[in-house]
């Protein structure tokens, strides 16, 4: 994936590279463009790895979310059984 200057510039002004070492930033050189094409692999694998992490954040909140809302389903059906059966229990 090849990344030009202005969506390099972009993603360091939204602070989506603030994770890479300020070395790695301050290799940046307009001239050496393998340098610069390493630096933007490393830059992609980068966000892309956080961006995977955040999925995998979100969909175990989501099940936890799941399975607190199953938990309360059950207890209220419960509850809701005892009052209308009250002489099963």
Known sequence: MNINKKALSILIAFGAIAVIPNTAKAQYHPGNQQTNQQL???????????????????LQDRQRQQQRMNQMHNQTQQ???????PYYY
């Open 79 to 85: 509850i809701l059984d005892q009052m209308v059966f």
């Open 40 to 58: 933007e692999q490393q830059i992609i694998q980068q966000i892309e790895q956080q961006n995977q992490q955040y999925l995998q954040q979100m």
